[in-house]
């Protein structure tokens, strides 16, 4: 066998181990993941906050699907174009793999200078690149929905 033979299967043997691992690598710091969503779009960075979602994301208040699903920088532009947000965080750890509880009171201020309040807490999933995949978010229904009936 010759050198360059020997160093070409090294090579594909530890890219072979590389790729492997790489599919079982987990996100480094979803907590970190999340929290950088949020402030993006507190920032009203519609691309930074797009950016964060995965393409199959999936949100859920209170177990339903709010059908949630076009979170490109269309939709957050759109969201930006009615409110600011802030997030004020009560409290977030990371509760397993690419999975987070986060507690937070979610202000949303209208360009009529309304403020709506929701108290919320997400379990919230991150794929392996640290892209939200599942906002499953439990709060008050009324509450939820006083932010959207002020948009019309």
Known sequence: MTRLSTIFKTSA????MTQAGAANALCLDPV?????????????????ASASYDENFVKLHNT??????AVGPTFW???FAFYDFDFDIDHVEQVGDNQVSIRY????????ALKFRQHEHALVAVTDDCR???WDQYGDNAEQLGGGVALF
């Open 13 to 16: 043997a530890v890219l072979l």
């Open 32 to 48: 970190e993941a999340v929290l950088s969503t949020l402030k993006c779009i507190e920032m009203k960075d519609a691309e930074c």
């Open 64 to 69: 339903v699907d709010t059908r949630t699903s």
């Open 77 to 79: 532009q759109g969201a």
């Open 105 to 112: 009171v979610e202000t949303l201020t209208s360009r009529l």
């Open 132 to 134: 939200i995949t599942l």
